[in-house]
Nanobody
Framework: QVQLVESGGGLVQAGGSLRLSCAAS????????LGWFRQAPGKEREFVAA????????EYADSVKGRFTISRDNAKNTVYLQMNSLKVEDTGVYYC????????????WGQGTEVTVSS
């Protein structure tokens, strides 16, 4: 069982930055995948970024490449999403999720943290 709790959302102006955190509890290995998804109002949830502990294993949605950075502190069981150069279209609820490398689907999800980017 893995529990995920996101924090760090808020209201920010376009061009600004926010850092989201996701504290994970349970048995988590460095090879397990922690990721971020988001859901904008009226839209389906979409992938944002994910990776294992190792920085060379991260992947990003095209829409956030070069602006967002996912990182992980395994000692603290925490994954971060640094979001820079935020755009209005980045607005949404951001969810942290967990899956094993051997699984295709994310098995555990957090409750989400809301990000609003104003123009």
């Amino acid at each position: 069982q893995v529990q995920l709790v996101e924090s760090g959302g808020g209201l920010v102006q376009a061009g600004g930055s926010l850092r989201l955190s996701c504290a994970a509890s349970g048995v988590i290995f460095s090879t397990d995948i922690l990721g971020w998804f988001r859901q904008a109002p009226g839209k389906e949830r979409e992938f944002v970024a994910a990776g294992t502990q190792w920085s060379d294993s991260t992947e990003y949605a095209d829409s956030v490449k070069g602006r967002f950075t996912i990182s992980r502190d395994n000692a603290k069981n925490t994954v971060y999403l640094q979001m820079n150069s935020l755009k209005v279209e980045d607005t949404g609820v951001y969810y942290c999720a967990f899956r094993k490398t051997t699984m295709n689907d994310y098995a555990y999800w957090g409750q989400g943290t809301e990000v609003t980017v104003s123009s």
